[in-house]
């Protein structure tokens, strides 16, 4: 099993940057798939980004050019760079993990969740 642990969410004004932060623990492998994804009440779950061991990644196009994930030396640490930040990216935003091809985790399903980190934008 894998545990995720998130932080670094938190309150801008439009324009602004935020870095989220997930831990990772348990058993990790090269297959895992990893990455972010978000949620607004009343909607449905939107798969923001995504990352394999190999570094290999994939964005939805509403932050292409905005967002930047990564994953550190250690693969123990997963990491979401927000700058140019929207009204619209408020959402809880979850790290999410699977032993699954990296396109289910922009459709918004993994394996494992975090418990989540709140994002708000204000314009």
């Known amino acids: 099993a894998v545990t995720l642990v998130e932080s670094g969410g938190g309150s801008v004004t439009s324009g602004g940057s935020l870095r989220l932060s997930c831990a990772l623990f348990g058993s990790t492998d090269s297959n895992l798939a990893l990455g972010w994804i978000r949620q607004t009440p009343g909607k449905e779950r939107e798969g923001v980004a995504t990352?394999?061991?190999?570094?290999?990644?994939n964005y939805v196009d509403s932050v292409k050019g905005r967002f930047t994930i990564s994953l550190d030396d250690t693969k123990s640490n997963l990491y979401l760079q927000m700058n140019s930040l929207k009204p619209e990216d408020t959402a809880m935003y979850y790290c999410?993990?699977?032993?699954?091809?990296?396109?289910?985790?922009?459709?918004?399903?993994?394996?494992?969740w975090g418990r989540g980190t709140q994002v708000t934008v204000a314009s």
């Open positions: 990352i394999d061991f190999d570094g290999r990644t």
């Open positions: 999410a993990a699977g032993w699954l091809d990296p396109k289910w985790i922009l459709r918004g399903r993994a394996s494992y």
